[in-house]
């Protein structure tokens, strides 16, 4: 399964985007999540939602960002609404499930660049 993350890039503060993962596969039970990574700063995960929706959101992002997934087409979606400056990060999507092994695995999809101006 590879994951094609889109959507990012610059707005001002206070605007909106909505950032697309695409999985190339259906995995069953399955969490996906988007992290960012600021200049300087660690991964953080800033929302997530499982197969069985169950949500959850950085303290950060509570009230602004929502987190939805449409598994016939294979996609989560991250809607951020007023953002703010330091909402700025690369965006990162992932998706972790209990293999064959009974292991987790995670992949990552490729960074979008999200850039907020004041």
């Known amino acids: 399964v590879q994951l094609q993350a889109s959507g990012g890039g610059s707005v001002q503060s206070g605007g909106f985007l909505r950032l697309s993962c695409l999985a190339s596969g259906s995995i069953p039970h399955n969490i996906m999540a988007w992290y960012r990574q600021a200049p300087g700063k660690q991964r953080e995960l800033v929302a997530s939602?499982?197969?069985?929706?169950?949500?959850y959101y950085a303290d950060s992002v509570k009230g602004r960002f929502t987190i939805t997934r449409d598994d016939a087409k294979n996609t989560v979606y991250l809607q951020m609404n007023s953002l703010k400056p330091e909402d700025t990060a690369v965006y990162y999507c992932?998706?972790?499930?209990?293999?064959?092994?009974?292991?987790?695995?995670?992949?990552w999809g490729q960074g979008t660049l999200v850039t907020v101006s004041s």
């Open positions: 939602i499982s197969s069985a929706t169950n949500f």
């Open positions: 992932s998706v972790k499930w209990i293999d064959s092994t009974a292991e987790w695995t995670h992949i």
